[in-house]
């Protein structure tokens, strides 16, 4: 899982939290790092990144991420509005003069472009940092929100810029389907979608099939915490998706998840589940032309 013209993006997400997700991503990325295979594991779960549990990186580089958001000299601003009208968001609102409403920015620059008389400039504003370091011959970058933030995208992009030209990249995506993770999947190479054999886990796999699809990410399927249920695998062989691993369910795998521990290290049955993932998965690469 390689290329020697750049770094081959794989995304792990989820259509929602809980499947397993994160153990999956810092797995392969372990195992990737064990074969001697230059790996880097990003985590663009920037709300909650938690692969730090289980690598336990030395942090070497810290620094902030953010946007950039106008700033409004009233001296200049005549109310004309069209900022306001430019801005989809509503993050700049025009009574008499133009008001900012920082939180609600993305920082695409519209109200700027939009004034005719000079009166918006930009500022920078912070909304989360950007850690890097190492987890023995694995790259480690990860990206924390400031309390309170509702702007991730801005920093996972700041996270991904942080992606090194050659190698595997392992970008571990938020759950769901919202923004934040079109932000994290829409460049990668391959997507693993990890999922778990519940109605819930199938229902939000359904959501997060159709964004892939709507985006036109080649992926595959992971069912984790795999038991008698096979909801999941009728619906991959209906849909032609392809089911790349099915990870038993084992309580071994919980204890030492709840202790901070990577089962890949302390449950045999799981790292033989992984090591076949990672071996379907090149297949898989491979398959789509990489």
């Keep these: 899982m390689s290329r020697v013209d750049g770094a081959f993006r794989i ?10 997700k994160t153990t999956v991503a810092v797995s392969l990325a372990v195992l ?3 074969q001697e ?14 692969g730090h549990i289980f690598l336990k990186p030395a942090i070497e580089e810290t620094e902030e991420a953010g946007i ?5 000299d009233p001296a200049l601003c005549d109310g004309c509005r069209k900022c306001g009208d430019a801005c989809e968001f509503h993050a700049i609102v025009v009574p008499k003069k133009a008001v900012v409403f920082p939180e609600l920015c993305h920082g695409c620059g ?12 930009e500022a920078f504003r912070a909304v989360g940092v950007v850690e890097c370091g190492k987890a023995g011959r694995l790259s ?3 990206g924390l929100l400031n309390i309170g933030e509702a702007m991730a995208p801005p920093l996972i992009r700041a996270v991904k810029k942080k992606i090194q030209p050659t190698g595997l990249a392992l970008l571990d995506a938020p759950p769901g389907t919202a923004c934040a993770v079109v932000t994290t999947v829409k460049d990668a190479d391959y997507v693993l979608l990890v999922t778990e054999p519940t109605p819930f886990g199938l229902n939000d796999l359904k959501l997060a099939v159709e964004l892939m699809r709507s985006l036109g990410r080649p992926f595959g399927v992971v069912v984790n915490r795999a038991c008698g249920d096979d909801s999941v695998r009728r619906y991959c062989r209906e849909e ?9 369910d084992d309580r071994a795998v919980a204890e030492s998840y709840s202790r901070g521990e990577l089962p890949l290290d302390t ?23 990489r």
């Design 11 to 20: 995304a792990v997400a989820s259509g929602k939290g809980g499947t397993g």
């Design 32 to 34: 990737q790092a064990q």
């Design 37 to 50: 295979e230059p790996v880097q594991y990003l985590d663009c779960d920037v709300e909650e990144p938690n």
């Design 68 to 72: 950039l958001i106008p700033v409004v």
């Design 110 to 121: 519209g109200c700027l472009r939009a004034c005719p008389t000079g009166a918006i400039t």
């Design 140 to 142: 480690f970058v990860q």
């Design 240 to 248: 032609g998706l392809a089911l790349l691993a099915e990870i038993p």
């Design 267 to 289: 449950v045999p049955s799981f790292r033989r589940a992984l090591e076949q993932l990672k071996e379907t998965l090149s297949a898989a690469c491979e398959a789509v032309g």
